[in-house]
């Protein structure tokens, strides 16, 4: 992966933005370079339908999702788990109220309900006012999800998440994950 980012547009091989992590404490997280160098200086933090910041390269990590396995670095360092709360942009997190507050006493993870949902993200915020899209009609809902998981933390949960994000990735199923009834309280 590192080799193809770096013979189609350079270095750096790794996008590194803050995220509100465990307790709210920020972290970067590793993620493969998937758009122009500098392209938070260029565009906001949403990536829009057909963004013309996202690479070739980037493009296709992006359909595949190879782009988050960087991810494993932040597994490695004790900053993400496999399952949890995706981590959101500080100035997100830094707004967080009531019920939301309970997001951050999770460690984040590479894959939730939320990131299940919103695979292909673009596409639900579309090409123009990516950053007013997601903050109007995307945002609560990844927070109710957000929360859904805190709230039912569990081997169960975290077991049905993992199984039914290979099969999103693979099939590209965007409601996989609606089967699952959380009989635990």
Not at 22 to 32: D, L, Q, S, T, V
Not at 90 to 111: A, S, W
Not at 123 to 142: F, I, Q, S, T, W
Not at 154 to 178: C, E, G, H, N, Y
């Amino acid at each position: 992966i590192a080799v193809a980012i770096v013979a189609d547009t350079g270095f750096p091989v790794f996008y590194r933005p803050l995220r509100g992590g465990y307790r709210g404490k920020p972290f970067c997280i590793y993620k493969f370079r998937t758009m122009v160098q500098d392209a938070d200086k260029i565009g906001g933090g949403t990536t829009a339908l057909n963004d013309s910041r996202v690479t070739r390269v980037g493009a296709i990590l992006r359909k595949t999702k190879l782009d988050e396995t960087a991810n494993l670095i932040n597994i490695l360092l004790g900053t993400m788990s496999f399952i949890g709360p995706r981590p959101e942009l500080l100035k997100y997190t830094e707004q967080y109220q009531g019920r939301e507050k309970e997001i951050l006493m999770v460690r984040p993870g590479v894959t939730d309900f939320s990131s299940m949902e919103f695979i292909s993200l673009d596409e639900v915020v579309g090409p123009e006012n990516a950053d007013e899209m997601y903050e109007k009609h995307v945002l609560k809902r990844k927070n109710q999800l957000r929360i859904r998981y805190a709230e039912h933390v569990s081997f169960r949960t975290d077991a049905f998440i993992f199984m039914a994000t290979v099969w999103k990735v693979l099939k590209r199923q965007p409601q996989a994950w609606r089967g699952y009834k959380n009989n635990s309280n």
